[in-house]
């Protein structure tokens, strides 16, 4: 029987039709015992605690590990000379997470962004921070069906539920930037995997409306406004390579976008081969590399995890790499028990949403 003789006979023998709404919790009664949302969240609530209960006591974790002893940030001669500060902006550029799959960094990534804030803390003391922006280089989750066997991959199965982690993490980065410097724009770059169909990147602009700007496949922001010009073109990036931080598809996208643009491009940013490069010249195109918070298993080296912070003083930017305690980060890579650490990191996240989740 199709669907239009379906409507047409509850029409003859006047059958009321539901709203979606409607069918929506009859379907939440019917397929969790009768109870109502409310009561079918706070069970969901109470196996996640079960859940993250049983696995501190077996697995104790620190999400506050070290940070590295060698950082460095650039000091133009003029701020010892003269003994001023300089107006500057910041950009932080942070890609490829891949919340929601089993080889997640959390030490390794809660590392970084603790060497990130005591390098802005530094940079305070020599500059005139005007301005800061955040931008999110593609694959923040692992997203679903990426790849053939992705679902035995990932911890997390739905790609909701992999925005939700990615909500309550990116809240608590926003929390220990700000103590420094104020984000003025969160930027969302489309990466591989937020495919069309389910492009988490939308979700994460509702969530983070009106601080977050979603730019689709690429972005060429003026990071150097509003105190000069200085234009860069981020985007995700493709393509394969065992050895080399850019792939060959890559470079000829790279060359012949820059070669369409109406606008003078500085720098390219991109992300996608978790290979942390501060600069890389390309017959010509200075092009920059972010790295990834994800154990790679695909090739026998391990690719170096880190973010980039773009400096923006006095006409030239510096790209600094952000690189986490290269112990955490080795023990990490090394941990047999990796995926077992993400379940319980995992739990906390969506037990910490679900608890601040408000009520309708």
């Not at 509850?10 to 397929?31: C, E, F, L, V």
């Not at 035995?152 to 539920?161: K, Q, T």
């Amino acid at each position: 029987m199709t669907e239009a003789t379906v409507r047409r006979m509850m029409d003859k023998y006047g059958i009321p039709r539901r709203s979606n709404s409607d069918a929506h919790i009859n379907y939440y009664r019917r397929t969790s015992g009768g109870q109502s949302i409310e009561e079918t969240s706070r069970s969901t609530l109470e196996s996640i605690e079960e859940l993250l209960s049983s696995l501190q006591a077996v697995t104790p974790v620190n999400y506050d590990p070290p940070s590295r002893e060698n950082l460095s940030i650039p000091i133009p001669l003029k701020c010892l000379e003269k003994n001023r500060k300089l107006d500057a902006t910041v950009t932080l550029v942070l890609s490829d997470l891949h919340l929601g799959h089993e080889n997640f960094l959390p030490d390794t990534f809660w590392s970084t962004i603790s060497n990130l804030c005591r390098m802005l803390e530094a940079i305070q003391r020599f500059y005139n921070v005007k301005r800061a922006n955040l931008v999110l280089n593609g694959d923040i989750v692992s997203g679903i069906g990426v790849y053939r066997g992705q679902e035995f991959e990932n911890i997390v199965p739905r790609g909701h539920w992999q925005v939700f982690l990615a909500e309550v993490l990116l809240r608590k980065l926003l929390g220990k930037i700000e103590k420094h410097v104020k984000i003025h724009r969160m930027y969302l770059i489309k990466g591989t995997h937020e495919t069309r169909e389910n492009n988490y990147m939308l979700y994460l602009r509702k969530i983070f409306h009106p601080l977050s700007v979603y730019s689709s496949k690429s972005l060429i922001l003026n990071i150097a406004e509003p105190i000069g010009k200085y234009n860069i073109l981020f985007t995700h990036g493709r393509g394969r390579s065992s050895y080399y931080p850019v792939s060959y598809e890559q470079v000829r996208n790279i060359w012949k976008a820059v070669r369409q643009l109406d606008v003078p491009v500085e720098k390219v940013c991109v992300g996608h081969s978790h290979w942390l490069t501060p600069e890389l010249d390309l017959e010509g195109v200075s092009v920059c590399v972010t790295g990834g918070f994800q154990k790679w298993e695909y090739t026998v080296p391990q690719r170096p995890c880190g973010m980039l912070l773009i400096l923006y003083s006095e006409g030239e930017a510096s790209i600094v790499p952000v690189r986490p305690n290269p112990d955490i980060e080795a023990r990490e890579k090394n941990e047999p028990a990796l995926e077992y650490k993400n379940m319980r990191y995992y739990a906390e996240l969506l037990a910490e949403h679900m608890k601040n989740e408000p009520a309708n």
